[in-house]
T-cell receptor, first 115, second 112 residues
């Protein structure tokens, strides 16, 4: 149990366009979902934490107007990268946690390339 | 600022040997500690969690925690080529692992 999916797994877009990434918990209800970004050969950097039905909490230095997070239900969170630029190219990973279980369960990640 | 430090490696060990991965953390208030394995191009996979001082064993893996020294380690016995990956140490302010700070990861290479 505790499977998290992400869609799409890979996306290539032109500079200036917006990209939406979905994160779903498939077999549990996620009380909290997390969005991370990972650059090549670097560790995971937390971007924001979101709870169902409330606004996301962004980490320092992460622009909330650029990285829009919606956590509409206990099984779905979305990250929209608005007006993407080449420097936004990265591996975006979501994770989810649920009450009664320890730790975060990670999705397979989405590789974004902005041309 | 909370910091989690790992040697980036690569750590190279022969097949069948013990691999020892180390991690130090700066926040004395940290409550729970995790080791994740990440294969290239994939997302992290939880291997072990540990909360109290001492050793915790699970199959070929043993996590060790020393809160006084702010030190966490992971031992992998009988290392296999399939263990070759980057190992991420993560430390959380709470017991549930909801407030993770990741280290930079140590790349392990197990040679046949």
């Amino acid at each position: 149990g505790a499977v998290v999916s992400q869609h799409p797994s890979r996306v290539i877009c032109k500079s200036g366009t917006s990209v939406k990434i979905e994160c779903r918990s498939l077999d549990f209800q996620a009380t909290t979902m997390f969005w991370y970004r990972q650059f090549p050969k670097k560790s995971l950097m937390l971007m924001a934490t979101s709870n169902e039905g409330s606004k996301a909490t962004y980490e320092q230095g992460v622009e909330k107007d650029k990285f829009l997070i919606n956590h509409a239900s206990l099984t779905l969170s979305t990250l929209t990268v608005t007006s993407a630029h080449p420097e936004d190219s990265s591996f975006y990973i979501c994770s989810a946690s649920t009450s009664g279980r320890i730790g975060q369960f990670f999705g397979p990640g989405t590789r974004l390339t902005v041309l | 600022q909370k910091e989690v430090e790992q040697n980036s490696g690569p750590l190279s060990v022969p097949e069948g040997a013990i691999a020892s991965l180390n991690c130090t953390y700066s926040d004395r208030g940290s409550q729970s500690f995790f080791w994740y394995r990440q294969y290239s191009g994939k997302s992290p996979e939880l291997i072990m969690s540990i909360y109290s001082n001492g050793d915790k064993e699970d199959g070929r893996f043993t996590a060790q925690l020393n809160k006084a020294s702010q030190y966490v380690s992971l031992l992998i016995r009988d290392s296999q080529p399939s263990d070759s990956a980057t190992y991420l140490c993560a430390v959380s302010e709470d017991n549930a692992g909801n407030m993770l700070t990741f280290g930079g990861g140590t790349r392990l290479m197990v040679k046949p």
